[in-house]
């Protein structure tokens, strides 16, 4: 039976979410805490895998289980073994060719700031603090600069391919890119696109916070882009304020109406 859950957490204190030899990370919790409550070897797949220190508020994962396992006991099961730091908020039956990684069809990442003289202890692992003042209009009016179907080579950490595989393009496609102002001080980022390639979207914001603390023109972000050239971005945005918001997929009940008909998912 294939199953789709919906992920917290909290990405402080992981090295990333994919499996990582020796060291702790999301996809290592919740593999070992899915086989050990099920007694057989369970490997998850997600929608996208978040670095070091990043968070996610609805993470998408998908896996299989024996025909008949109850959801509701083995969410309540997995959840007290991960708790507080990954929290599974929901599972469903889903169609057997739906896969949380390659069904996906949209992404929203939102990027986190705290503008203010002093930092807030209680924010301090989900926000990136900067004291000075940001010209917000200027960010948003930035941000215009990366919508569309563009080659996003100057934003993106280039992972070499495996042997007898091409380099993968880092040609995006970004639906929108929006600033809005919160309270307690608080700048969020959100931006969708049908996927993003490594380091992107800390990367976009980096860029992003130069220009509202005056250090470049938003004219410039046109140049940035054309020169494919990571080393004219300058550093990405620390990833403590970064979170996987949600991920967008075509309806999963028209799936299983399909397949209860004989068709294939698409």
Request: with cysteine; glycine share 8%.
């Amino acid at each position: 039976m294939r199953v789709k859950g919906t992920v917290s957490y909290d990405g402080s204190s992981f090295h990333g979410y994919a499996v990582n030899q020796d060291v702790k990370t999301v996809a290592g919790e919740l593999d070992s805490a899915f086989s050990q409550i099920l007694g057989t070897e369970i490997i998850t797949t997600c929608a996208g895998r978040t670095d070091r220190g990043v968070h996610a508020q609805g993470q998408v994962i998908s896996f299989d289980v024996p025909e008949g396992t109850d959801l509701s006991k083995l969410q309540h099961s997995v959840n007290r073994i991960c708790r507080p730091w990954i929290v599974v908020t929901e599972f469903n039956e889903t169609s057997s060719e739906f896969d949380a990684r390659f069904s996906a069809n949209g992404r929203t990442y939102r990027y986190r700031i705290l503008n203010q003289k002093t930092p807030n202890p209680f924010l301090t692992s989900t926000t990136w603090h900067i004291p000075v003042d940001l010209n917000v209009e200027k960010m948003k009016k930035a941000s215009s600069h990366f919508i569309g179907t563009l080659d996003f080579s100057s934003f993106c950490k280039r992972t070499p391919p495996q042997d007898g595989y091409r380099e993968r393009s880092l040609i995006r496609t970004v639906e929108s890119a929006t600033w809005s102002e919160k309270d307690n001080n608080i700048l969020e980022f959100e931006i969708v696109a049908s996927s993003f390639c490594h380091q992107m979207v800390r990367s976009i914001v980096g860029v992003l916070v130069r220009v509202g603390k005056g250090q470049i023109s938003e004219k410039k972000i046109p140049v940035i882009l054309e020169a494919q050239d990571r080393q004219g971005v300058g550093s990405p945005a620390p990833p403590h304020g970064l979170i996987l918001w949600s991920v967008r997929y075509p309806s999963v009940a028209e799936d299983l109406n399909r397949v209860a008909e004989g068709e294939s998912a698409p």
